[in-house]
């Protein structure tokens, strides 16, 4: 039987993240960012730069460590390599959080739900099962 039940059983209750999920939880991180460069960087003070920085430190630092940016964490999702569903290394997510910066590959995905991002490094945001 290979139906999407058998293959959610196989998968440990974690299904591909749909598209509405993945943006709250980049729209949390990035408002997160915000808030933070915005208290304390000044618009002189290249106040774009260093949110992009905060930015791109969460969500590296976070999913390198925990599996799952700020966003991601409070959307019940979590980034793996996929389809082993293991933890993506290092380079892998500097690479993918890189691309998400880029925004393009980020917003770019295939039927499967999974963006470019994740394609070129091997990785998929799932969604813990409840």
């Known amino acids: 039987m290979t139906g999407s039940g058998s ?6 209750g ?11 939880a980049i729209t949390i991180d990035w408002l997160m960012s915000w808030a933070v460069g915005s208290i304390f960087f000044d618009q002189d003070q290249g106040r774009p730069f260093w949110i992009a920085l905060v930015f791109f ?8 460590t925990t599996g799952a ?4 964490r409070l959307m019940n999702l979590r980034v ?12 892998s997510t500097l690479l993918r959080t890189i691309l998400i910066l880029l925004v393009v590959p980020a ?4 039927n499967d ?4 991002h ?3 490094v091997g990785s998929a945001v799932m969604q813990v099962k409840r």
């Open 118 to 120: 994740d394609r070129i």
């Open 69 to 72: 940016s700020a966003g991601q």
């Open 7 to 12: 293959q959610e059983g196989r998968r440990g």
């Open 113 to 116: 739900g999974r963006g470019l």
């Open 57 to 64: 430190l969460q969500i590296f630092i976070l999913t390198a």
């Open 14 to 24: 974690l299904i591909v993240a749909r598209a509405g999920r993945r943006f709250v």
């Open 107 to 110: 917003v770019v995905y295939d």
């Open 80 to 91: 793996l390599r996929y389809p082993e569903l293991e933890p993506l290394g290092i380079g």
